[in-house]
Nanobody, 124 residues
């Protein structure tokens, strides 16, 4: 059973930074793509960023491009999301997810394992 546990969320002022982490257990971490999604109050969950198994390829939603950076440490079984220049509209619960393929997808339905989420609140 794959388990994903996010951490690093919190309250930050607009323009600030946070680094989210997602620890994985239950299977070989390095062979599979991973992604971050988020869900704001009253909205559907949306794609944020993704990374292939090899770390060679990443992809970002337009809304976070040039502000967020996704990375992974396969030796530590950990996925990261560095979030800079945060805006109030980035306020959401952030989820990490993994799928049983080496290459990422932006589709929520393509991911079969999810963490419980971590709250990020950006004040104006």
């Amino acid at each position: 059973q794959v388990q994903l546990v996010e951490s690093g969320g919190g309250l930050v002022q607009a323009g600030g930074s946070l680094r989210l982490s997602c620890g994985a257990s239950g299977r070989t971490f390095g062979g599979y793509a991973m992604a971050w999604f988020r869900q704001a109050p009253g909205k559907e969950r949306e794609f944020v960023a993704a990374i292939n198994w090899s770390r060679a390829s990443t992809y970002y939603a337009d809304s976070v491009k040039d502000r967020f950076t996704v990375s992974r440490d396969n030796a530590k079984n950990t996925l990261y999301l560095q979030m800079n220049s945060l805006k109030p509209e980035d306020t959401a619960v952030y989820y990490c997810a993994t799928r049983s393929y080496a290459y990422y997808s932006t589709q929520e339905s393509h991911y079969n394992y999810w963490g419980q989420g971590t709250q990020v609140t950006v004040s104006s």
